[in-house]
């Protein structure tokens, strides 16, 4: 499976982005979908995610402000990003596969990132 992550960029304080993931291969439309971001000189923590049956799950630090969703072929995930704070900045990764849920996270596979920078 390959995830192909894109949208990413700079924008200001209380701005908004869109982030895409395509994911292309031995994919499946049963597969959960998910969001992961790692801050610099932090470790990688788990944003959102999306279950094949459109169930979603985020991290408090983002609930409310980001809203993940995918397209109806399944093979594409989609991060809605509103209400940026400068402590969003961080390299944001797709996922796929494996088991999330609010308490555990664990992808089968990952796409290579997109940054996304918010300035204050």
């Known amino acids: 499976v390959q995830l192909q992550a894109s949208g990413g960029g700079l924008v200001q304080a209380g701005g908004s982005l869109r982030l895409s993931c395509a994911a292309s291969?031995?994919?499946?439309?049963?597969?959960?979908m998910g969001w992961f971001r790692q801050a610099p000189g932090k470790e990688r923590e788990f944003a959102a995610a999306i279950t094949w049956s459109d169930s979603t799950v985020y991290a408090d630090s983002v609930k409310g402000r980001f809203a993940v969703s995918r397209d109806g072929a399944k093979n594409t995930v989609f991060l809605q990003m509103n209400s940026l704070k400068p402590e969003d900045t961080a390299v944001y990764y797709c996922?796929?596969?494996?088991?999330?849920?609010?308490?555990?996270?664990?992808?089968?596979?990952w796409g290579q990132g997109t940054l996304v920078t918010v300035s204050s």
């Open positions: 291969g031995r994919t499946s439309a049963r597969y959960t």
């Open positions: 996922t796929a596969g494996g088991r999330i849920s609010s308490d555990s996270q664990s992808p089968a596979y």
